[in-house]
């Protein structure tokens, strides 16, 4: 295993040997432990960052106490930090999951600046790039989605995305390593895990290799992403004329709605509005469409001419079962949440 990763690392470019410090994620599960053991081994100078949620009581106290002293019999600088993890998805609106990660990666940024770190090193592995993988696949996702976890995003690098979690396993059985389990990774509550415990196991009775055709697929798409990523680059060149966009330039495209959705993306424009907009290429000027961040794209002729509208999203309060009547030549979104005796969109 440690040739493989030793090679991985080579070939994405994600550490310099002679770079500087590394910063290892180490929440004391079987992943971190294997990550934070193989670097060390490889010759990386670690340092090791543990963040304690507050989510699982006694089994968070658990894991920071495991995390210290993994760290202190590798002999590496150990640093962790809490979180008040419930108040802050609460305060933000946020889901469990996502207010974790923010705070997460928050701290690991904040930390490769204040040791001048070269990176951070997370512990994701094929297996969880297969999950990601299936999650924006059943999520309707294009093809960025569909290429799995990226090796490097940043100061981001995940050294172990060439390794199963069965490799992981064999890996800390041979050299005797312990390490905690997270009790939440056996329930199938959150999407993730019911696709890790109960999709990817069906499926393997149709292809006991569907792990690995998986992840060779995500390589392939990978790289039929460089090739679209550089198609619209080209586009994006040859289209916009300062503000204007060409459109019989964007017709001689090939899937043409896909290139102006990308050209528009940027601007906060939707998939629906883009459609929309591509259904009047052919027809009168003088159409307006409206983006939620402010834009206008306004059909002239034989282009689109996109400006500052200042038209962003409003909102508005009214009580419970009050009328009221809304007036608008641009998309809307509603939220309806109660607040007591009152509501608000």
Not at 214 to 222: E, F, I, K, T
Not at 276 to 293: A, I, T, V
Request: charged share 25%.
């Amino acid at each position: 295993m440690l040739s493989r990763i030793r090679s991985f690392i080579k070939e994405h470019n994600l550490l310099d040997i002679n770079g500087g410090i590394v910063l290892v994620g180490l929440s004391g599960g079987a992943d971190s432990v294997s990550l934070l053991d193989v670097l060390c081994k490889l010759g990386y100078d670690c340092v090791a960052l543990h963040c304690n949620f507050h989510l699982r009581g006694e089994e968070s106290e658990r894991d920071e106490s495991f995390a210290r002293e993994f760290a202190k019999r590798k002999k590496v600088p150990y640093f962790a930090i809490d979180f008040q993890t419930a108040s802050f998805a609460e305060k933000n609106k946020l889901s469990i999951e996502m207010a974790a990660r923010q705070l997460r990666y928050d701290w690991f940024e904040e930390m490769c600046k204040k040791l001048n770190a070269q990176a951070v090193a997370v512990a994701h592995h094929r297996d969880d790039s297969i999950e990601t993988l299936l999650m924006n696949l059943m999520r309707g996702s294009g093809i960025r989605g569909l290429v799995g976890i990226r090796p490097k995003n940043g100061y981001v690098v995940r050294p172990l995305l060439c390794v199963s979690r069965a490799d992981i396993q064999d890996w800390l059985g041979q050299i005797g390593q312990t390490y905690v389990t997270d009790s939440t990774n056996f329930s199938d509550e959150y999407t993730r895990n019911y696709i890790r415990l109960r999709v990817l196991p069906s499926m393997e009775q149709l292809n006991p290799a569907v792990r690995v055709t998986l992840a060779r697929s995500a390589m392939h798409l990978s790289a039929a992403e460089e090739i679209y990523l550089s198609v619209l680059e080209k586009a994006r060149k040859e289209l916009w004329k300062g503000n204007s966009l060409s459109i019989p330039q964007l017709l001689a495209y090939p899937a043409s709605e896909t290139i102006l959705y990308e050209m528009l993306r940027p601007y906060g424009f939707s998939r629906q509005v883009v459609s929309s907009l591509f259904m009047c290429l052919g027809r009168e000027s003088g159409k307006s469409f409206y983006s939620p961040l402010g834009w206008r794209v306004i059909k002239d002729r034989d282009c689109l001419l996109i400006d500052k509208d200042g038209k962003t999203e409003e909102t508005m309060e009214f009580k419970k079962d009050q009328l009221f009547k809304i007036q608008s030549d641009f998309p809307i979104k509603c939220q309806l949440i109660q607040y007591n005796e009152h509501f608000r969109f």
